[in-house]
């Protein structure tokens, strides 16, 4: 199911991403795209995030880079 028309990025992408470290809309945005057109999807991004735990949260939070590569780059 796609979470992100505009750029074509599913729920599962997005979930592949926060489990590679992105805690954020943004961070999220940086590995893929989703969520910088029309902005629609990024609640949605939000709510799948906010489903489990972040495994690089606490180094987010003191500020600490934890940047993901983009999946297309990874395969």
Do not use: W, Y
């Not at 805690?23 to 893929?32: D, E, H, K, L, Y």
């Not at 606490?58 to 297309?72: F, I, M, S, W």
């Amino acid at each position: 199911m796609f979470v992100c028309s505009c750029f074509q990025v599913t729920e599962a992408q997005v979930q592949q991403h926060a489990e590679n470290g992105a805690c954020t809309p943004r961070q999220i945005a940086s590995a893929c795209k989703a969520g910088t057109d029309c902005g629609s999807c990024v609640r949605r991004i939000q709510a799948i995030l906010g489903r489990g735990a972040c495994p690089r949260r606490e180094q987010a939070e003191q500020g600490e880079q934890v940047l993901t590569a983009r999946l297309d780059e990874a395969a």
